[in-house]
């Protein structure tokens, strides 16, 4: 495959494990999240590999980072930008593809992922 393909450099990022679903995770509840309450509810990512992928997803303009150094620790805190807030839109739709043609799964197909507590 052509590396500069557009699909390609897109899933370059995306398709890193844990990226999507910190997207999601981020998606939930407040709009800024503490790095400790993402660790807590995706429980089987390392902290290593939650701050790898969201400096990488901040790199990629998906993630915003915001730093409260005036307390004790350190208060570092993400969102979602615009552009991942658009994106949530293209995973719903891949959700739907896949409640669809590939996963049987009554209770999601009800739920909105934005409110899931999986």
């Known amino acids: 495959m052509d590396h500069s393909c557009t699909v390609y450099r897109t899933m ?3 398709s890193r494990r844990w990226a999507v679903l910190i ?6 509840g407040e ?3 503490r790095f400790s309450d993402i660790r807590r509810s ?3 990512v390392t902290p290593k590999i939650l701050t790898e992928r969201l400096r990488e997803l901040e790199a990629e303009g998906l993630v915003e980072n915001r730093v409260d150094s005036s307390c004790v620790p350190i208060r570092s805190e993400y969102r979602l930008t615009p552009a991942s ?3 949530m ?8 593809w896949a409640l669809k043609w590939k996963i049987d799964n009554p ?8 409110f899931c507590e999986l």
């Open 23 to 28: 997207l999601c995770e981020l998606n939930k």
């Open 107 to 114: 209770d999601c197909a009800k739920s909105n992922c934005q």
């Open 12 to 14: 370059d990022y995306l």
């Open 89 to 96: 839109d293209v995973i719903h739709e891949l959700k739907m």
């Open 85 to 87: 807030r658009e994106l």
């Open 42 to 44: 995706m429980k089987d």
């Open 31 to 33: 709009e800024w999240k």
